[in-house]
C-alpha cells in the first residue's frame, strides 16, 4: 500500500510538472503584447525596433503577422513605401498559403494532435480584405500610381471571400439555410475599395461616369445604421452627376484618419463545451469496461477582443470619435466612418464561431479515442492505465487557442473631404470622442494645395495621442 501511495504521489507530482509547463505555452498575443502597448502607447521608435528584432529571431509562422505590424509601423512613421514592400510581401505569401492550405491533408490532420497553431497562417478574411486597403492608402501616400489597382483588388478579393466562405459552409452544413444566411449577413463589403477607385477617377476629369458608379457602389454597401458618425456619400455623388472636381483655382484635401485601437484576439475556455466534455467522459466510463478518466484540461478556443467595448457591449461612444480639420487656424469639417474594422472583424468572427468550436471538439474526441482506443486494445493493468490517463490529460492540456492576429489594425478608418485654394496651408488635426470633456490635442502639418489635383493627409490617432506623425502625398 505504501509503494502504491509514493507511486500515486509520483505520477501526481510528474503530471503536475509537465502540466505547468504545457499551460506555460504562449499564444501570438501574448508572445508579442509588449510590441501592441508600445505602439498603442505612441512609442512608435521602441516598437519598431522591438518588431524588428522580432522578425528576425521568431518562428516562420510569427513572421508574417510581425511584417504587418512592422507595416502598419512604418506608414504611420512616414515610410510608406517600406509599408507598401511589406504589405505585398504579405500578400502574396497568404495568396499562396491559402491555395496550399485547402490540399494540405496531412497538415490538417496534424492538427488533431496539437491544434490550430500547427496550420499554416493564410489571414483571417478580415485581414485579407485590409491588406490591400492598405496597399492602397499606403500607395496614395507618395505616389497613387498603383493605387487604382490595388482599390480594385480590394473590391475583387472580398467578393470571392464571401462566395467562397458561402460555398465552404454550405458543403460543411450539408446547405444549411441557417449558416449560410450568417455568413451572407456578416460578411459585408467595405465601402473603401469602391469609394478609392471613385476619387481617383474624379481626380481624371475625364471619367466622372466611373466615380458615379464606384460612390454609388461605396454607399450602397456602406452600413450607416450601425455607424452614428457614419461617412455620407450623398456629396461625392452629386458632385460627380455635375462633373465637376473643383472649382479652377482650388484643389481637394483627402484627411484620412486611422482612429483608435483595433481587435485583436485572446484566448479562453470554452466552459460549455468543456462540461460537455466531462459529462461524455463520464456516460462513456460508466457504458465501457475501460475507465476513462474524467475531462479537466480547459478547451481553448480563440475570441475577438474588441478595444473600445465595455461588459455592457459595443461602446457607441467610441464609434462617435472622429478627428476635427481646421485649416489655417478656421475649423473646417470632421472626419467620418468609412471602414468599422473592429465590427467587420467581430461579425467575421461570429460567422466562424460555429466551425472554431466544432474543430476543438473533433480535436479533443480524437485525443479521449486515442486514450480510450490503447487502453482497450492492450488491456493494460492500473498503473498503466492511470499512466496513459495523465498522458492523455498533458496531451490535451497542451492546446493553445489559434490566436495568430494582425494587431496593430486601428478601430476605425475615417475619411474628409474640403476643397481648399491653391497654395500653402497649415492643417491642424485634434482626434476626439464624445467622452472628451477636454478639447483635442493639435497636431499641425504644412501642406501644398496644387490646381484640380488631390492631396492625400494621412494620420494615426489614438486615446487623443497621434501615433507617429501626419504624412502629406505632397511635398
Not at 503536475?16 to 504545457?22: E, G, H, I, T, W
Not at 484540461?297 to 457591449?313: E, H, L, T, Y
Request: glycine residues 6%; charged residues 25%.
Amino acid at each position: 500500500m505504501t509503494v502504491k501511495f509514493f507511486l500515486y504521489c509520483f505520477w501526481l507530482i510528474v503530471f503536475s510538472a509537465v502540466l505547468f509547463f504545457a499551460v506555460g505555452c504562449n499564444s501570438f498575443g501574448e508572445r508579442h503584447i509588449k510590441i501592441r502597448n508600445e505602439f498603442t502607447d505612441g512609442k512608435i521608435d521602441k516598437a519598431k525596433s522591438d518588431v524588428d528584432k522580432a522578425i528576425k529571431n521568431s518562428s516562420q509562422k510569427d513572421k508574417d503577422l510581425l511584417k504587418l505590424n512592422s507595416a502598419i509601423i512604418e506608414l504611420c512613421s512616414g515610410r510608406p513605401e517600406s509599408a507598401e514592400l511589406l504589405l505585398r510581401e504579405v500578400r502574396d505569401k497568404f495568396d499562396s498559403l491559402e491555395q496550399q492550405r485547402a490540399a494540405d491533408a496531412a497538415r490538417n490532420a496534424a492538427s488533431l494532435l496539437t491544434d490550430d497553431n500547427t496550420l499554416a497562417y493564410s489571414g483571417e478574411d478580415y485581414e485579407k480584405v485590409l491588406i490591400r486597403v492598405f496597399l492602397a492608402i499606403s500607395n496614395l501616400m507618395y505616389n497613387g500610381t498603383d493605387a487604382y489597382a490595388y482599390a480594385m483588388q480590394i473590391n475583387d478579393k472580398q467578393n470571392k471571400i464571401i462566395e467562397s466562405r458561402k460555398k465552404e459552409v454550405a458543403d460543411l452544413s450539408k446547405n444549411n439555410h441557417e449558416l449560410v444566411k450568417r455568413v451572407e449577413e456578416n460578411y459585408q463589403n467595405v465601402a473603401i475599395g469602391a469609394y478609392i477607385s471613385g476619387l481617383l477617377h474624379e481626380e481624371t476629369k475625364r471619367n466622372y461616369d466611373e466615380a458615379y458608379r464606384n460612390y454609388e457602389k461605396a454607399s450602397l454597401w456602406a452600413s450607416k445604421e450601425k455607424f452614428p458618425n457614419a461617412y455620407n456619400f450623398k456629396d461625392d455623388i452629386e458632385r460627380v452627376k455635375t462633373g465637376l472636381h473643383s472649382k479652377s483655382g482650388n484643389g481637394v484635401v483627402y484627411v484620412f484618419a486611422l482612429a483608435g485601437k483595433g481587435p485583436y484576439k485572446m484566448q479562453r475556455n470554452c466552459q460549455a463545451l468543456h462540461e460537455a466534455q466531462i459529462i461524455t467522459t463520464a456516460i462513456l466510463s460508466k457504458f465501457s469496461d475501460v475507465a476513462v478518466i474524467p475531462d479537466f484540461a480547459p478547451i481553448m478556443i480563440p475570441v475577438i477582443v474588441a478595444s473600445n467595448a465595455n461588459r455592457f457591449g459595443y461602446n457607441f461612444e467610441n464609434l462617435k470619435s472622429s478627428v476635427d480639420v481646421s485649416i489655417d487656424g478656421k475649423f473646417s469639417g470632421e472626419t467620418k466612418t468609412i471602414t468599422n474594422i473592429t465590427e467587420m472583424a467581430v461579425e467575421q468572427f461570429e460567422a466562424n464561431e460555429p466551425e472554431i468550436i466544432a474543430r476543438a471538439i473533433v480535436r479533443r474526441a480524437f485525443k479521449k479515442g486515442v486514450v480510450y482506443g490503447v487502453k482497450k486494445a492492450t488491456d493494460t493493468n492500473s498503473w498503466l492505465s492511470l499512466a496513459l490517463d495523465v498522458g492523455g490529460m498533458v496531451w490535451e492540456s497542451m492546446e493553445t487557442a489559434d490566436t495568430r492576429c494582425w494587431n496593430l489594425l486601428p478601430d476605425t478608418i475615417q475619411v474628409y473631404r474640403v476643397e481648399v485654394p491653391i497654395g500653402e496651408h497649415e492643417i491642424t488635426l485634434g482626434y476626439k470622442t464624445l467622452a472628451d470633456k477636454q478639447p483635442p490635442t493639435q497636431n499641425n502639418k504644412k501642406i501644398i494645395v496644387r490646381d484640380g489635383c488631390n492631396t492625400y493627409i494621412l494620420a494615426n490617432f489614438i486615446d487623443n495621442k497621434l501615433i507617429g506623425e501626419i504624412i502629406v502625398n505632397t511635398p
